[in-house]
């Protein structure tokens, strides 16, 4: 079987939507107590749709454009870790709205760590930092920097 760039950025999909339901778990979490921190997990949950949507048609727009393989043991590789990634994903203990935040850009950073990491295993050669693959995994990771630091901004920084 042969597996594609659309294949990597389902996978990356699928970690966005697991952290969607983390969100949802959260306002659940708040539904009776003070409503700040609901209403923006709620707020924070349809950007999250929005980046999941990013990601689906960037999926689409590359599906017939790219038609480099990824080798099958490369991509092996990068679907364990990306599990492994995915199997740590849990609901956070949050009291308030600054604990929301912060566990947000926590989770940003290591998702961009994580999309470095893959970058890095996919490459064989160091020609290949010349391919789509490794140009789209530039792109994706350059999406989610934007969307780490968007939510950076939020962070109330103690002195």
């Known amino acids: 079987m042969n597996y594609m ?3 990597l950025i389902q996978k990356i999909i699928d970690i966005e939507r697991d952290i969607l339901k983390i969100y949802k778990e959260i306002q659940c979490m708040f539904e009776n107590k003070p409503k700040v921190v609901g209403i923006i997990a709620r707020a924070i949950e349809k950007e999250e749709q929005a980046h999941i949507g ?3 048609r960037l999926k689409e727009e590359l599906q017939g454009d790219l038609n480099e393989v990824i080798d099958f043991y490369l991509y092996d590789k990068v679907s364990k870790l990306i599990y492994e990634f995915r199997s740590h994903l849990l609901v ?3 009291d308030n709205v600054q ?3 912060e566990y947000i850009v926590e989770l940003k950073k290591n998702i ?4 470095i990491d893959v970058q890095g295993r996919l490459l064989e050669k160091l020609d290949d930092i010349n391919n789509n693959i490794y140009k789209v995994m530039s792109r994706i990771i350059k999406e989610e920097e934007k969307h780490e630091k ?3 901004q939020l962070v109330v920084h103690k002195k």
């Open 92 to 94: 956070p203990k949050i």
């Open 99 to 101: 604990d929301l935040i």
């Open 54 to 56: 990013y990601y689906e």
């Open 112 to 115: 961009i760590s994580l999309l």
């Open 150 to 152: 968007m939510f950076e």
């Open 5 to 7: 760039i659309s294949d």
